[in-house]
């Protein structure tokens, strides 16, 4: 499959990029890793008229704690994060790293992209749901911070404007008695999840929850925050019985389609087993 | 049509340069402009691996990348694996092991298991099928792959050590 043409641009600094995302407007897109943009500009899906490959920026890949924040560069590679030692203290992002695609698109693929690309499928909306991330937004106005439950839209939608790029997650570092997991069904290596549920928990000086971020993917036109299960947890005891429910109401507020990988009522009954069990490791990691 | 680009890199060793179109793919222009036909296009869909390349030291699939992004890059295709019309030891034990039936999938399942050796010489089984867990064989089950890829990790052990204690090293 031969991809449409297109003008080929390639900056070295933001401002530049910056500076032909506003020439051109709604006929450029951003190639990032370009693991989800060239299959689709294949399919014909994407026919951006101009490329903006950022890959030559530098200074815009790594992973480090900083101002309370774990920063992560938009153009840090899935595999960069999947290797960082400062990861290895976010098992949430292990995980998730982890089950991204395979690992010659691990190299490729970009955090950044993951998140900028809005589609509800991908894994690291709803890890960064769950860790109460924010993304940053270079644009010709400069920096804008915008929280992660704003960022997604609609279906491949975000909001980020014409002429902004996404540079940089932050996550704020969890307190002590923190943990999360993400819990991913997939068919194959590579494919997309069936469902999959992201949790992050910070447990009180008695075990109950004292904070909890709870994120869905694949079960609706965006990737969703559970709010209603998070509510729920809020100050509560984390035994069986309320975890149970929390993993309804989280079943309960997905909308997902029937697809190839299954029914709608499969992947409700999968999204509540998936929230009890991300809840049980997430828990059990807090506890560690 | 879009604006020519001039792409200059190094493949196997060797500099080479062409003037492309953006939109060709790697994987076409390794094929198609390069002559090196040993890396194939298989799903064209970035599900199969049999384009698996080493692009600056990592694995890509060459079909979901553009030629224009590798300008300036060190480019390792399964034909730089050959080193003094000797095969690489994983290329021997592919065929010592019975690694490969129809033989599609092999320059991909090459550059991966490669890729996975220079980064852990002694790996696991389990390692090795994470390893390839992004190249898709439909003949052999997988079983002689692995086989293959411990042979490699064999024989290039058994090469090291020598060596070492030549230079003094620790066995």
Same mark, same amino acid.
């Given at each position: 499959?031969?991809?449409?043409?297109?003008?080929?641009?390639?900056?070295?600094?933001?401002?530049?990029?910056?500076?032909?995302?506003?020439?051109?407007?709604?006929?450029?897109?951003?190639?990032?890793?370009?693991?989800?943009?060239?299959?689709?500009?294949?399919?014909?899906?994407?026919?951006?008229?101009?490329?903006?490959?950022?890959?030559?920026?530098?200074?815009?890949?790594?992973?480090?704690?900083?101002?309370?924040?774990?920063?992560?560069?938009?153009?840090?590679?899935?595999?960069?994060?999947?290797?960082?030692?400062?990861?290895?203290?976010?098992?949430?992002?292990?995980?998730?790293?982890?089950?991204?695609?395979?690992?010659?698109?691990?190299?490729?693929?970009?955090?950044?992209?993951?998140?900028?690309?809005?589609?509800?499928?991908?894994?690291?909306?709803?890890?960064?749901?769950?860790?109460?991330?924010?993304?940053?937004?270079?644009?010709?106005?400069?920096?804008?911070?915008?929280?992660?439950?704003?960022?997604?839209?609609?279906?491949?939608?975000?909001?980020?404007?014409?002429?902004?790029?996404?540079?940089?997650?932050?996550?704020?570092?969890?307190?002590?008695?923190?943990?999360?997991?993400?819990?991913?069904?997939?068919?194959?290596?590579?494919?997309?999840?069936?469902?999959?549920?992201?949790?992050?928990?910070?447990?009180?000086?008695?075990?109950?929850?004292?904070?909890?971020?709870?994120?869905?993917?694949?079960?609706?036109?965006?990737?969703?925050?559970?709010?209603?299960?998070?509510?729920?947890?809020?100050?509560?005891?984390?035994?069986?019985?309320?975890?149970?429910?929390?993993?309804?109401?989280?079943?309960?507020?997905?909308?997902?389609?029937?697809?190839?990988?299954?029914?709608?009522?499969?992947?409700?009954?999968?999204?509540?087993?998936?929230?009890?069990?991300?809840?049980?490791?997430?828990?059990?990691?807090?506890?560690? | 049509?879009?604006?020519? *680009?001039?792409?200059?890199?190094?493949?196997?060793?060797?500099?080479?340069?062409?003037?492309?179109?953006?939109?060709?793919?790697?994987?076409?222009?390794?094929?198609?402009?390069?002559?090196?036909?040993?890396?194939?296009?298989?799903?064209?869909?970035?599900?199969?691996?049999?384009?698996?390349?080493?692009?600056?030291?990592?694995?890509?699939?060459?079909?979901?990348?553009?030629?224009?992004?590798?300008?300036?890059?060190?480019?390792?295709?399964?034909?730089?694996?050959?080193?003094?019309?000797?095969?690489?030891?994983?290329?021997?034990?592919?065929? *010592?092991?019975?690694?490969?039936?129809?033989?599609?999938?092999?320059?991909?399942?090459?550059?991966?298991?490669?890729?996975?050796?220079?980064?852990?010489?002694?790996?696991?089984?389990?390692?090795?099928?994470?390893?390839?867990?992004?190249?898709?064989?439909?003949?052999?089950?997988?079983?002689?792959?692995?086989?293959?890829? *411990?042979?490699?990790?064999?024989?290039?052990?058994?090469?090291?050590?020598?060596?070492?204690?030549?230079?003094?090293?620790?066995?």
């Amino acid at each position: 499959m031969i991809p449409p043409a297109f003008e080929y641009l390639r900056p070295t600094t933001i401002p530049e990029a910056i500076a032909f995302l506003q020439q051109h407007g709604d006929e450029a897109k951003i190639l990032s890793g370009g693991q989800s943009l060239i299959p689709m500009m294949k399919l014909r899906l994407a026919r951006p008229g101009y490329l903006i490959d950022i890959n030559r920026i530098s200074g815009l890949s790594y992973v480090r704690e900083e101002d309370g924040f774990l920063k992560i560069g938009g153009l840090t590679r899935e595999a960069e994060l999947e290797a960082s030692p400062v990861t290895h203290k976010y098992p949430i992002l292990l995980d998730t790293a982890h089950v991204i695609a395979d690992p010659q698109v691990r190299n490729m693929a970009t955090v950044g992209g993951n998140l900028a690309h809005g589609d509800p499928a991908n894994d690291h909306p709803a890890t960064m749901i769950a860790l109460g991330a924010s993304v940053v937004a270079t644009g010709s106005n400069g920096e804008r911070v915008i929280p992660i439950e704003n960022f997604f839209l609609s279906l491949f939608t975000t909001a980020l404007q014409p002429d902004e790029i996404l540079t940089e997650i932050r996550i704020p570092i969890p307190p002590a008695r923190s943990g999360g997991a993400y819990v991913k069904l997939e068919r194959k290596v590579g494919d997309f999840a069936t469902v999959a549920v992201a949790v992050q928990v910070t447990l009180d000086g008695s075990g109950g929850c004292q904070k909890v971020g709870i994120g869905l993917t694949n079960v609706g036109p965006t990737p969703l925050k559970a709010r209603k299960a998070e509510n729920f947890l809020q100050g509560k005891k984390l035994d069986d019985v309320n975890i149970t429910h929390a993993a309804q109401l989280a079943s309960d507020e997905s909308s997902p389609s029937a697809d190839l990988r299954g029914p709608v009522e499969y992947k409700k009954g999968l999204a509540k087993e998936l929230t009890k069990r991300a809840l049980v490791r997430a828990i059990e990691r807090a506890g560690k | 049509m879009a604006k020519k *680009q001039s792409v200059q890199l190094k493949v196997n060793g060797r500099n080479r340069e062409a003037l492309v179109e953006p939109r060709l793919l790697l994987v076409h222009f390794i094929r198609d402009v390069l002559g090196l036909t040993g890396t194939h296009v298989g799903c064209d869909t970035s599900n199969c691996g049999a384009c698996t390349v080493i692009l600056n030291g990592k694995t890509i699939k060459s079909c979901t990348a553009f030629a224009v992004q590798a300008d300036g890059a060190e480019l390792l295709t399964v034909e730089g694996l050959i080193k003094d019309g000797k095969l690489h030891p994983l290329q021997d034990g592919f065929k *010592q092991e019975h690694g490969l039936q129809c033989g599609f999938c092999t320059p991909g399942m090459l550059m991966s298991s490669y890729a996975l050796l220079e980064k852990n010489a002694n790996p696991s089984e389990e390692e090795i099928r994470w390893g390839i867990s992004g190249n898709l064989c439909r003949c052999t089950g997988y079983q002689n792959i692995v086989k293959a890829v *411990q042979y490699a990790a064999n024989k290039m052990a058994e090469v090291k050590a020598p060596e070492a204690e030549l230079a003094g090293g620790v066995k």
